[in-house]
């Protein structure tokens, strides 16, 4: 392994995601936006501990309460807040335990009180209310997971199947007012796929949901068709929000801590949206142009990639990612491809993501193993481990998309 790459991807991943951690974007909207009234905080996904953390120093005294985040994530006790961990991608019965405390709570709030609503990625997940029993909400989760689908077409559905997705949620506050925060996880921003949009109108219909369920041959229930064929809100007057932080800072702040690292940076796009193998592959190819350069360069792109499910094994976008940049990179060098999550995790592991360099393929060569084997098992963890390629940060408490980077320095390095 190249010790010199691997230690500056280590540094690129640490700054790039302090830069776009959440706590001073959400000083800066409630500084911008006073709330009136009694102020309830609901805060769910990935960053939703540190969020209303963040919010509850700014605030002081809370009317009440209720975060949800992923196992794992909750960091300790907030004030005037019942923390809850659940599960993610799929949703559990301690997502629908916390999302019923959450309802319940803004039940107490009337005109001119404030519903503080702090959302970041995961909250499809973690934030849900079945309208079909669980076991069968999960049962479709997975299915949209194993066929490929990406976020929009996964949120089209889901936000039919709940009570408090596709703008419910808001619905269920009036008559008071939600001023809701979103860091964004999805690339271009749309408000109603952020989380399944519960505090934004649905812009999403009826036949597209159903042209998903046809598109991927999914197999629903009749009580799940008739949600989807069940309209969603189009219209919400209860409801003011801020979007704060997107992929295309991550990638801003990951060029720039490349460039203090003398990498020459380019960002190629902060909207990828194809297999993790294919973009892995691709990166591989870019470095492989550039394996004579006469100056360190790094190429960036952001964005969230999709796995098809073909094994059992244990990995992540990633992961897989990082592991098709492999075969590419073999013998190289001087180049190196990571891949990770903004948030920390990457699918249901403990690891961020990975990397790879010109000596994995080796590493898995003396383990009997090829890159085509593994990526068909979907077993990047284990092997990414064994040839010390695990990237791992622990919950960060932001989720703003991924980022990966192909660094590539002078052969004469």
């Not at 989760?141 to 936000?159: F, H, P, S, W, Y």
């Not at 020459?264 to 990828?272: E, Q």
């Not at 073999?330 to 491809?337: D, H, I, T």
């Amino acid at each position: 392994m190249n010790s010199t790459l691997r230690r500056h991807a280590d540094a690129i991943v640490k700054e790039a995601v302090a830069a776009v951690l959440p706590d001073e974007a959400v000083r800066r909207a409630l500084a911008q936006h006073p709330l009136t009234g009694n102020v309830y905080l609901v805060a769910a996904g990935k960053a939703a501990w540190q969020m209303a953390q963040t919010a509850s120093d700014c605030l002081g005294t809370l009317s009440g309460g209720v975060v949800v985040t992923k196992y794992g994530h909750v960091m300790g006790d907030i004030p005037g807040c019942v923390c809850y961990e659940a599960g993610h991608p799929v949703p559990d019965e301690h997502s629908f335990l916390a999302t019923r405390a959450a309802l319940d709570l803004v039940q107490s709030a009337k005109e001119g009180d404030t519903v503080l609503f702090l959302l970041s990625g995961g909250g499809s997940a973690l934030f849900e209310q079945p309208l079909v029993p669980g076991k069968e909400l999960a049962d479709i989760t997975q299915q949209l997971l194993a066929c490929g689908a990406d976020i929009v077409e996964m949120n089209t559905v889901r936000k039919r199947l709940s009570a408090v997705k596709g703008g419910r949620f808001a619905q269920a506050c009036a008559p008071a007012k939600v001023f809701s925060v979103v860091l964004s996880d999805i690339l271009g921003d749309p408000l109603d796929m952020i989380a399944s949009g519960p505090a934004c109108p649905d812009t999403t219909t009826c036949e597209q949901a159903l042209e998903v369920v046809k598109k991927y041959g999914l197999q629903l229930s009749e009580r799940a068709m008739e949600c989807l064929r069940t309209e969603t809100p189009k219209q919400l007057d209860n409801v003011e929000t801020q979007i704060t932080g997107s992929v295309s800072e991550l990638c801003a702040a990951a060029a720039a801590s490349c460039r203090r690292l003398g990498y020459k940076s380019v960002v190629l796009t902060d909207r990828l949206c194809c297999e993790a193998r294919e973009a892995g592959s691709f990166l591989a190819s870019v470095a492989k142009s550039h394996a004579d350069t006469t100056e360190p360069l790094a190429f960036l792109a952001g964005g969230e990639t999709v796995v098809h499910l073909t094994g059992k094994g244990k990995g992540g976008r990633n992961q897989e990612l990082a592991l098709a940049a492999a075969p590419g990179l073999a013998g190289m060098k001087n180049a190196a491809v990571f891949s990770v999550g903004s948030d920390g995790t990457d699918g249901p592991t403990d690891a961020a993501g990975g990397y790879a360099d010109g000596d994995t393929c080796a590493v898995l060569t003396r383990c009997g193993l090829t890159v085509h084997q593994v990526l068909s098992a979907n077993n990047a963890y284990p092997t990414l481990k064994a040839a010390g390629g695990l990237i791992v940060t622990g919950p960060t408490g932001t989720n703003v998309n991924d980022i990966a980077v192909a660094l590539i320095t002078p052969n004469k390095t």
